[in-house]
């Protein structure tokens, strides 16, 4: 399974960004989607979850209220809408595939290669 996260750059305190994973509509049947995040010099970070089917998500507890993992109309593509961005969500953002929801990134099987979330005060 291969991941592509895409969607990241710089944006200012109390702006927007929407990440985005793409994969074949396969895997996206078959595993849940997590978004991770890991900053310089700090763990890894989960940040929200969405089973294959869509019904169901889970979110961090820095995140919760801000960010929003959704499905999109590509079968192939699934989102994550981060509002009211703060300087400490700068961080390398990660797609990741799993059996199931799981907040360890131990669970998560597949990766793609990160895309930088940049958040200036």
């Known amino acids: 399974v291969q991941l592509q996260a895409s969607g990241g750059g710089l944006v200012q305190a109390g702006g927007s960004l929407r990440l985005s994973c793409t994969a074949s509509?396969?895997?996206?049947?078959?595993?849940?989607l997590g978004w991770f995040r890991q900053a310089p010099g700090k763990e890894r970070e989960f940040v929200a979850a969405?089973?294959?089917?869509?019904?169901?998500?889970i979110y961090g507890d820095s995140v919760k209220g801000r960010f929003t993992i959704s499905r999109g109309n590509a079968k192939n593509t699934k989102y994550l809408q981060m509002n009211s961005l703060k300087p400490e969500d700068t961080a390398v953002y990660y797609c990741?595939?799993?059996?199931?929801?799981?907040?360890?990134?131990?669970?998560?099987?597949?990766w793609g290669q990160g895309t930088q979330v940049t958040v200036s005060s």
């Open positions: 990741a595939a799993a059996w199931a929801s799981d907040r360890d990134p131990r669970s998560y099987k597949y």
């Open positions: 969405i089973s294959s089917s869509g019904g169901s998500t």
């Open positions: 509509a396969r895997a996206f049947t078959t595993y849940t």
